[in-house]
């Protein structure tokens, strides 16, 4: 056999294993493993520092409309389903910060970051009303991906459109809503939200 066909030969190899790992999805745990190594750094976690503002507002990153800032009333007429296919509205949860996350199975920074999402779940369930938003076609799917993991937070679909505010073109991205309904905080990408800075951020939304 030629030194040539042994190397197109290799080629293909390569190219087909390469094929086989994403069409597999074994990938994704590669990259999660490697994000979360990243998030543990710290580097990718939002300016807490400079939200809420409401006197001089800072604009928020990554929302298609320029009328969305800190400190602006956010739009709670918004509908999910939950596991059970009811209808749930953000506007008749109780009086309290919402923390906003949409996600999917199929993108690693999203899982990356679940670990974080659940340990802070379990310890402010109470006191925050989480809002885990699959973006998935298939909603059963990320119904299996949050059992096997064992994660306890509650995960939605959407309903209907998303209001203007809440459309990053991003996932995973992050809203944070104060307990008065004034959006505090849009993060597009994964953060350690996990962290003793952010708990206390989330008490100053109460």
């Known amino acids: 056999m030629s030194t040539r066909l042994k190397r197109i030969l ?3 190899l390569f190219v087909g294993i390469l094929v086989l790992v994403y069409t597999q999805g074994w990938h994704i745990p590669v990259v ?3 994000q979360r190594g990243i998030l543990k750094t710290g580097i990718m976690n939002p300016q807490l520092k400079e939200v809420p503002d409401t006197n001089g507002k800072t604009r928020v990153k990554g929302t298609k409309s ?7 009333l956010a739009d709670l007429n918004v509908q999910f389903f ?3 296919d009811q209808l749930v509205s953000l506007k008749d949860m109780p ?6 996350n949409f996600w999917a199975t199929w993108c690693p920074p999203c899982v990356a970051e679940m670990p974080g999402i659940a340990k802070l ?16 076609t298939d909603f059963e799917k990320a119904k299996a991906f949050k059992a096997k993991k064992g994660f306890d937070f509650p995960i939605y679909r959407i309903a209907y459109d998303l209001p203007e505010m809440y459309n990053t073109g991003s996932l995973p991205t992050t809203i944070l809503i104060n307990a008065q309904g ?19 951020y989330l008490e100053e939304l109460k």
């Open 66 to 72: 320029e009328a969305v800032v800190p400190g602006d």
């Open 182 to 200: 004034q959006l505090a905080l849009t993060h597009m990408g994964m953060a350690d939200y996990d962290t003793e800075e952010f708990r206390e």
């Open 32 to 34: 999660t493993t490697l």
């Open 82 to 84: 939950d596991e059970n």
């Open 95 to 100: 009086k309290q910060p919402y923390f906003i």
């Open 10 to 12: 290799r080629y293909a």
């Open 121 to 136: 779940y379990a310890d402010t369930k109470d006191e925050v009303n989480f809002v885990l938003v699959s973006f998935d």
